[in-house]
């Protein structure tokens, strides 16, 4: 092995000498850096394809739609679809702040339950950790159901057409915090915790000032899944919620959904054939996705410095 390095950087040295550059043993070919940059080009062009695609549809006509089919360049565009949303007038706007409310404190209230907990169970001179480890683990095997679920948060909780009632039954998932347990234990040294308490910091010191610096791609990580569950969540609004004034956005947009469906197959009995038939069915379905997924998918980008910032802090090193 010694002779090989040697007789490596004796040809490097020789390549020097001549006035030539000695050649990078670990640079790509021109030929295979355009075949892997193609190659990743492609894998995120399927990526983006399928949304874009939904946002072309989303501005196609109607009846374009369905004499054409579907189309990447449409002979003609409409906004019907978008229009017909925006008749819910502040009905729409409302949901969009409740789903933004309840995804902000959501989030914030995730991240703070989670992270101390896992800490908590991190720490291996915390004495009841293999038991509030089988208590988060066993929630992951069996629940008391969807009906002790709904008793609770109605009858116990009295929650019911509250603003909780979006937020408090998904605030803390028994899979983040493993997560985050597993992270805390692989990431964060016990030496650069002992130093921090032989100076005489606490221990809410040591996790607010040392650990959380240093465990950010783990925290942004757990907080993209749960801003995630919380924007798409609508399950809990139709549990819980009958006030329009506190529906989500998500649900909101199914029941124009199911209210359009509802129209369109009663059209012989509700209201007339042609009413039913100029309804932009096909279009609205994408423009729901558009509404649904665009503000997340344009959030994202702002947070992804977080990743970076937190894959560059170092630590100490044993």
């Known amino acids: 092995m010694s002779d090989l390095s040697g007789s490596v950087k004796a040809g490097a040295a020789a390549q020097a000498r001549k006035g030539k550059k000695p050649k990078d043993l670990n640079a790509i ?19 983006v394809f399928p949304f874009l695609f939904i946002i072309i549809i989303s501005f196609t006509d109607e009846k374009t739609l369905a004499i054409e089919g579907f189309s990447l360049v449409p002979s003609q565009l409409s906004t019907a679809s978008y229009r017909f949303l925006m008749n819910s007038g502040q009905q729409l706007f409302q949901s969009f ?11 914030l209230l ?13 720490r291996k001179s915390f004495e009841q950790r293999r038991f509030f480890s089988f208590l988060a683990f066993f ?37 983040y915090i493993l997560v985050m347990r597993t992270f ?15 100076d005489g910091a606490t221990e809410f ?23 995630l569950a919380f924007w798409n969540d609508w399950f ?35 209201v007339s054939y042609d009413i039913a038939a100029s309804l932009p069915t096909e279009t609205v379905r994408m423009a729901m996705v558009v509404l649904a997924t665009l503000p997340i998918a344009l959030a994202y980008p702002f ?15 044993e």
């Open 29 to 47: 070919s021109p030929f295979w850096n355009f075949v892997f940059s193609t190659g990743v080009g492609l894998f995120a062009l399927s990526c």
């Open 184 to 198: 805390f234990s692989t990431t964060v040294p016990d030496a650069i915790v002992e130093s921090a308490k032989i």
């Open 139 to 175: 929630t992951m095997l069996f629940s008391g159901g969807l009906v002790p679920s709904y008793i609770v948060v109605t009858q116990f909780l009295h929650l019911r057409d509250s603003i909780w009632a979006l937020i408090l039954p998904s605030v803390l998932n028994a899979f």
């Open 205 to 227: 010191g040591v996790f607010t000032r040392i650990v959380l610096p240093i465990s950010l791609p783990g925290i942004a990580t757990i907080g993209l899944f749960s801003t």
């Open 303 to 317: 947070f992804q410095k977080y990743f970076i910032q937190g894959l560059t802090i170092g630590s100490v090193k």
């Open 97 to 107: 702040g409740v789903t933004l409310l309840v995804t902000v404190l959501g989030t």
């Open 236 to 270: 809990n609004a139709l549990l819980y919620i009958d006030k329009p004034t506190l529906i989500p956005l998500q649900t909101m947009l199914m029941r124009i959904q199911n209210n359009m469906d509802f129209v369109v197959q009663n059209s012989s009995k509700v």
């Open 110 to 122: 995730t991240l703070y339950l989670v992270a101390t907990y896992a800490y908590a169970l991190s």
